[in-house]
T-cell receptor, first 110, second 118 residues
Framework: RKEVEQDPGPFNVPEGATVAFNCTYS??????FFWYRQDCRKEPKLLMS???SGNEDGRFTAQLNRASQYISLLIRDSKLSDSATYLC???????????FGAGTILRVKS | GAVVSQHPSWVICKSGTSVKIECRSL??????MFWYRQFPKQSLMLMAT?????????EQGVEKDKFLINHASLTLSTLTVTSAHPEDSSFYIC??????????????FGEGSRLTVL
C-alpha cells in the first residue's frame, strides 16, 4: 500500500465548477499535511497547509480527517488557471521527511 | 518569499558521464536541503537529506556512491550523478528550509533539473 494515495484523475471540469480531491495516508502517526500545486514540468509550490479544524483560503478549502486518515481539497468556482496537478503531502513525523502523493490532475475547460 | 535556484534546468549527457546539479538558496541560509527525483506521472521521491557540514542521509534504495551530495555551505548543495545511465533520466528537484521555520511544510523548491541520459 502506498504511503500517500490519490486518485490520479484527470478531473475535467468546466469553468465555474466545484471540484473536490481526496487523499489517504497510511501512517497514523503523521503530523502535518499539505496540498502542493505542480504545473507541467515545473517545481511544486505550496498551496495550503491542512489543519485539523479545516482551513479556507479564498476558493480553496482543505480538511483533515485523522480518524479516517484522509485529507480533502475543495476548489470552488474553478478557473482555467487552476489546471495543474495537485499533490497531497504528508509529514510522517516531526522533522524533515515529506511524503508526496502521485498527484491528481485537474483540467478546467472553458 | 524565499528563493531557491537550481542549475542547470536541462542537461543532456552521454551514458557514463557525470553530471553535477547545483541548488542555491538565494536570500536565506539553508541548514537543510533535500533532493527529490520525479519520474513521469509519478510522485516526488525523496533521495536524500543533506545538512550543512555533515554527510547526507540517503533514503533506502538510493545509492550514495552514485548520487553524491555535498552541502559545503549554508547556501549551496550539489548533487552529482556519477556514471549516468539512461535509467537515471529524470526530473531532479532540490528543496530547502531554514532552521527557523517552525512549519516543516514551508519548503522552498528549486525550479528542477531535467536530466536526459542518452
Amino acid at each position: 500500500r502506498k504511503e500517500v494515495e490519490q486518485d490520479p484523475g484527470p478531473f475535467n471540469v468546466p469553468e465555474g465548477a466545484t471540484v473536490a480531491f481526496n487523499c489517504t495516508y497510511s501512517n497514523s502517526a503523521s503530523q502535518s499535511f499539505f496540498w502542493y500545486r505542480q504545473d507541467c514540468r515545473k517545481e511544486p509550490k505550496l498551496l495550503m497547509s491542512v489543519y485539523s479544524s479545516g482551513n479556507e483560503d479564498g476558493r480553496f478549502t482543505a480538511q483533515l480527517n485523522r480518524a479516517s486518515q484522509y485529507i480533502s481539497l475543495l476548489i470552488r468556482d474553478s478557473k482555467l488557471s487552476d489546471s495543474a496537478t495537485y499533490l497531497c503531502v504528508v509529514n510522517e513525523k516531526y522533522g524533515n521527511k515529506l511524503v508526496f502523493g502521485a498527484g491528481t490532475i485537474l483540467r478546467v475547460k472553458s | 518569499g524565499a528563493v531557491v535556484s537550481q542549475h542547470p534546468s536541462w542537461v543532456i549527457c552521454k551514458s557514463g558521464t557525470s553530471v553535477k546539479i547545483e541548488c542555491r538558496s538565494l536570500d536565506f541560509q539553508a541548514t537543510t536541503m533535500f533532493w527529490y527525483r520525479q519520474f513521469p506521472k509519478q510522485s516526488l521521491m525523496l533521495m536524500a537529506t543533506s545538512n550543512e557540514g555533515s554527510k547526507a542521509t540517503y533514503e533506502q534504495g538510493v545509492e550514495k556512491d552514485k548520487f553524491l551530495i555535498n552541502h559545503a555551505s549554508l547556501t549551496l548543495s550539489t548533487l552529482t550523478v556519477t556514471s549516468a545511465h539512461p535509467e537515471d533520466s529524470s526530473f531532479y528537484i532540490c528543496s530547502a528550509r531554514t532552521s527557523g521555520r517552525a512549519l516543516v511544510g514551508e519548503l522552498f523548491f528549486g525550479e528542477g533539473s531535467r536530466l536526459t541520459v542518452l
